[in-house]
């Protein structure tokens, strides 16, 4: 009897408090009543960021399980888009013998891809910003299966090379507007957790994608590469027209009557009118230095610990030991599982770091800065993981494992800087996510589609000597400008003058 006397004196305080929490919102005019009541019965608090609206509609209110579902079929789109740019890695001796052009130029089957897929998304964040994201996700899902079609059917290189170039334009929205429908579905606290899995994804489509077709070219030919890649969209196709829901959703709009969460339908939603400065939008934030040092940061360590080494652990492999497609695709099985490792640590530690700064701060967030002491640790280990697999791979004389090894440990560090730098841009202009995502998208590609050009020049040159460069690009590019960005981001004039810009 004491017992329940207690439980109810219990239950009779927790309603006192939550009619307090009420009186206090309703009073303010922040919120109202019932807003603050839906938030109260949903979530125990309405300190929330950002502020759901009282609605099943609003994303940020879908159950955890919709969430994930979305997540994951963006987060395996982004990766299909690297992964169809490094698919006919194994293939370039293949296609060069049937094609009847040197290896050098099967291989810019795989550039031509990367630069494509850089430049494509400042065409379809406009259009995913009226029309919603899954409209766009799914009807370009039927152009790359048309042009991975294509590119299975090709019998010339000219041919070959237009079907990549509409297959990346096609593929490219999932691995720039991702982090934008990753942000329009998840709390401020668990978003660092979210847009580490939708990096990791596109990180690790790299290597695997040459891991998996070194079995298929040896055994049926490259063309079932772009047969492989065919099959899979349509999988995407369904699974986004089955399970897939809009998170394109804005707040505060008393217009819209829909009380659940809309499925694929084609009607706009932001009735904004459509300008062409918008397309070029993204590149506002190249003075935007909360964005624009992150994405250079991020892309000289996306170039040099996952394009360097997937483009040279071929021609290293191939060439001094004779390896057939299928045993060196087994080699790039190390910068997936360093990708792995590097996701695992830098979520967790990303996500502690920012819940520590929290509870130090009287339950205010800490400025989006304190998450960059994280990223030099990444830098570390590229750094560290670069110089042995550049030293080792110029000293190889018999096989071992060694380039593998650093190869490994430069694809963990990336992953950490990439988790790192990626929510911090995320951070500072949360309610442009899609925009930061299609810039940092566009630096990264490009880098990526010129280094290459000038990779073999620099190896032949310089020989081992190669990893002095690589440390010198990496810490000017990388570990300096965020040391200065860290410093100058605390100070109140800098955040100012960047908000109103």
Known sequence: MADDALHGVTKSEEAHDTETQL??????????????????????????????????????????RKKLINLALVAFH??????????????????????????????YMTSLQIAVLGVAPLLWHPLAKRYGRLPIYVLCLLGSIASNVGSARSGTYGTLAACRALGAFFISPAAALGGGTVQEMFFAQERARYIGVWTLMFTIGVPFAPFLFGFAVERAGYEWIFWSLAITNVIQFILYVALGSETRYIRGRSDDPSPVPRRLALRRIDPTPFSMLEFVHPFVYAVRWRVAIPAASYAMSFLFCNVVTTVEIPQLFAEKFHFGAQTLGLQFLALMVGSLVGEALGSAASSFWMARGIS??????????????????????????IVVFLVMSAQLRVY???????????????????????????DCYPSDAASVGVYITF????????????????FTATGAGSAGVAVALLVGVCVLPTIVLQLAGGKRELRSREDGA
């Not at 630096?443 to 620099?458: A, D, E, K």
Request: proline residues 9%; hydrophobic residues 40%.
């Open 23 to 64: 009186k206090e919102f309703s009073s303010t005019g922040v919120l109202s009543a019932a807003h603050s009541r839906f938030l109260l019965d949903r979530y125990g608090t309405v300190d929330l960021e950002p502020l759901p609206d009282p609605t099943p509609a609003d994303p940020l209110n879908w159950p955890q």
């Open 78 to 107: 982004s990766c299909i888009c690297s992964f169809t740019a490094s698919s006919v890695i194994p293939a370039f001796k293949d296609i060069s013998e049937r094609l009847g052009v040197s290896i050098q130029a099967a291989s």
């Open 400 to 426: 071992n494992v060694s380039p593998v090894v650093g190869a490994g440990i430069a694809a963990a560090g990336n992953q950490v800087v990439t988790t790192v730098l990626v929510n911090y841009a995320v």
């Open 443 to 458: 630096v990264r590609q490009i880098w990526g589609f010129i280094g290459p050009f000038w990779f073999p020049q620099m």
């Open 360 to 385: 130090k701060n009287d339950g205010q967030r800490p400025r989006p800065e304190r998450r960059l002491w994280l990223s030099y640790i990444g830098y570390a280990w590229a750094i560290c993981g």
